[in-house]
Each structure stands twice: as C-alpha cells, then as structure tokens.
C-alpha cells in the first residue's frame, strides 16, 4: 500500500551535513506518521524521528538540536537534515510509514531499504 524510497546517503566529514529524502508512493501516505531510523552492524535499530500528519515532530536525544525531519505532502516526500555529524552518526537510515503508530521505536508497518551514511574523523 505503500512504498518508501530512501536517497541522499554518502560520506562526509565530522562536522558536515547531509539531507537525506524518501520518496513515498500510495494513497493514504499523507495521513501516516513518518520516522527515520538507523542501524550500524551488531547495534540495535534506533528511532531517530518522527513526524505525524500534522507535522509534530519527536526527536531521540542522539539527535536533538543536530538533525530536522520535514515533510512535503504535495512531493510525496520526506526529509532528514542532518548537521553537525559525528563519527557515531554513521549508519544505514530507513525511513519507516504508518497510519497510526508514531514513537521513536520499532512498530512501524512500512520501511524503505535504507540509505548508508558515513561519517568520518
């Protein structure tokens, strides 16, 4: 119902930005809460944020004051700005839909594949 796809990953320095997208497809996407999460091997899947259909947004404190999650419903599309990067930054982010559940944990029905984001010292 619907289908998520994550761009925008790379490598980048300590310090440095990167704006991460995923791109959704379905009907009732503009009703769904939207998340980013991240994995690194042997680690756990981490919710790094959230916005629902009204464009609240929730934060891990990881994250706080360094990234922004936005959403543009006419795009279909949304974005994780990330500043101020950190070596622990690095990961593999997916972006994760669904119609009701909205916290920064696992539960989410729909995710991307991910895109990788490297960051270096």
């Known amino acids: 119902q619907v289908q998520l796809v994550e761009s925008g990953g790379g490598s980048v320095q300590s310090g440095g930005s990167l704006r991460l997208s995923c791109a959704a497809s379905g009907h009732r996407y503009f009703s769904y809460c939207m998340a980013w999460f991240r994995q690194s091997p042997g680690r756990e899947r981490e919710g790094i944020a959230t916005?629902?259909?009204?464009?609240?947004?929730k934060y891990a404190d990881s994250v706080k004051g360094r990234f922004t999650v936005s959403r543009d419903n006419i795009k279909n599309t949304l974005y994780l700005q990330m500043t101020s990067l950190k070596p622990e930054d690095t990961a593999m982010y997916s972006c994760?839909?669904?119609?009701?559940?909205?916290?920064?944990?696992?539960?989410?029905?729909?995710w991307g594949q991910g895109t990788q984001v490297t960051v270096s010292s």
């Open positions: 994760a839909a669904d119609p009701r559940f909205c916290q920064l944990s696992a539960g989410f029905a729909y």
């Open positions: 916005i629902d259909r009204d464009g609240l947004t």
